[in-house]
Every structure is written in structure tokens, then in C-alpha cells.
């Protein structure tokens, strides 16, 4: 969002400036557009499927002694309903794994960036960590595994997918744009949720 003074600040300040001293809860729609290929690799479509979604918001993670640097910690999941439906998602900042030799270990997906005075945000992939095989960001999409015969693949999202748009004590609003770690399934997902506890 060109224009706009952007602010990374602390957890502290999230919670004095947006009441979110408590997690917030937010329920709403997932949109959706995926590009699909077909058995030899070919283009065959760019279907948009829509999905039930929460959202939640709260404080940063840590873990391991490790210090998080994003303001809030933020996971969008599709609803239990649809976790294997096309186009379903599944998000997170940052998630505590443990580690059975060095034990909690923080890792940090996105670096997110975040203006209070707007609800502006915006946010940047950074760390996919299907390395680590610790992958939290996936999204399902159709894949024809023979000719005619298609199935559900939960995919990880790619390093560089990016999130941006306005969230606030009542509403998110907000949009992915981003590829699959195979770099074949680019795709578009809005995020349009309504604040459910505070």
C-alpha cells in the first residue's frame, strides 16, 4: 500500500492500541482462485472456490528463548468442514515445534508489518521452512493425478506470497497473493472476517 507510513511495533503497543491484550476471534469467507493443471503439466483452468475460515489474532509467539519480532501472531485456518476442500488455507506467523534435541523451537513464517493508526498490514512470507518440514502455510488444490481421476493436495505456499489489507478490533480484510513451493499454482485468496470475542 504505497503512501502509507508503516510501522513495526511491539506487542505492548499492539495490545495498548488495539485492545488485543486478549486474542481476538474472527469467522468469515475465504475466495479463492487457483490455477490447476492437468495430468501432463498442462494449464486447464484458474476455478475460484470460497471457504469457511477463522481468524485469529493475539500475542507474538515465543519459544526456545528466541525473541519474535511481529507485532501479533496471526493464523487463518479454513473450517474444520472444508479442511479438505479445494482452496481451503491454512496460516500462521509463527508456531512453537519442538525439537527433540534442542526442544521449543520458534519458527517464524512471516514478517509482518503493521500501522495502528490505520489497521493497514502487510506481510511477506519469509520463511517457508518446508526444510525444516515444520510447512504451516498450505492451501488445497485440485490435482488430476491420472486422466479424469483429480484429488486434494494441500500444497505449501512459497517464499515471497505476500498478505496485505486492513485489519482491526472488528474486521479483517485482507488478501494473499502468492505461488505453491512447485511454483505451478499460482494463486489469489481474499480474507473477509468479522470479529466474534474480544
Known amino acids: 500500500m504505497k503512501g502509507l507510513a508503516t510501522f513495526v511495533i511491539t506487542a505492548a503497543t499492539w495490545a495498548a492500541t ?7 476471534d474472527y469467522t468469515g469467507i475465504a475466495t479463492t482462485q487457483v490455477q490447476v493443471l492437468n495430468v501432463y503439466g498442462q494449464i486447464v483452468g484458474q476455478p475460484v472456490f470460497q471457504t469457511e475460515v477463522s481468524v485469529r ?11 519474535k519480532y511481529n507485532p501479533f501472531n496471526l493464523t487463518i485456518n479454513s473450517s474444520l468442514a472444508y479442511s479438505n476442500a479445494y482452496g481451503a488455507i491454512s496460516i500462521a506467523s509463527a508456531l512453537i515445534n519442538a525439537d527433540p534435541t534442542a526442544g521449543p523451537l520458534l519458527v517464524q513464517y512471516w514478517t509482518i508489518a503493521y500501522n495502528p493508526a490505520t489497521g493497514a498490514t502487510n506481510a511477506t512470507l519469509t520463511n517457508p521452512a518446508n526444510e525444516l518440514a515444520f510447512a504451516s502455510n498450505l492451501i488445497n488444490v485440485p490435482r488430476e ?24 478490533t472488528n474486521t479483517v480484510d485482507v488478501t ?3 505461488n505453491t513451493l512447485d511454483a505451478a499454482h499460482p494463486f489469489i485468496t481474499r480474507i473477509q472476517a468479522n470479529v466474534t470475542t474480544q
Open 145 to 168: 493425478i491420472a486422466p479424469n481421476f483429480v484429488s486434494t493436495f494441500p500444497l505449501g505456499m512459497a517464499q515471497g506470497t505476500v498478505l496485505s489489507g486492513v485489519i482491526n
Open 57 to 67: 489474532i493475539g500475542p507474538g509467539q515465543e519459544g526456545g528463548g528466541q525473541v
Open 176 to 178: 494473499i497473493t502468492g
Open 18 to 24: 488495539t485492545v488485543a491484550a486478549i486474542a481476538l
